[in-house]
């Protein structure tokens, strides 16, 4: 078979082009295709507090309370929420966007940190369906990263990171949560 000069420079020019996209396509997979934040009010159930409470301690050491997170840095609790998600950050009363659904379990022993695993159940008008979220929360850490593994309807198949940070405590029953979601793969 004979190569022609035109085909040498085709051939070439083909070689460039695949590796430009493939340079391309790399440098731009790190810029985020969409980006929320939204905030995470959770009022955890310490016996006194039924009408306002939106989680609960649904495992403890044995012999704890399960009214009261445990005492050493509240390893071995497991807290279920129903946690309203608001675009205002400084009012739980401001209109809900959403729930927050899933768990928190505490499970180090030499420091506060609770493995999540929860999902946004959005219901307004800019957004719907569910957004899913996984991974570690060093509380003491003042931003911390988790996964966002998936979600169904305007998320569906959106993958990225969470950024949680605590825009509030107060003291053992109340904490609220700024969460910047960026997802890198939209679908």
Known sequence: MKFGTSNIVLLLFLMFLSVFFVLTSKKFKHK?????????????????????????????????????????????NVAVCDDPITLDNNNLHSPSVGKAQGLYIYNTQNTYTAWLGFMFVLNNTDYQDTINFIGADPLMIKTRDISVVGGTGDFFMHRGIATLMTDAFEGKVNFRLNVAIKFYECW
């Open 32 to 76: 985020p295709c969409k980006h929320l934040i939204l905030y995470f009010h959770d009022i955890i159930y310490n016996g006194k507090n039924a009408a306002n409470a939106t989680s609960a301690i649904v495992a403890a050491p044995e012999g704890a309370n399960q009214t009261i997170l445990a005492g050493q840095f509240h390893f071995k």
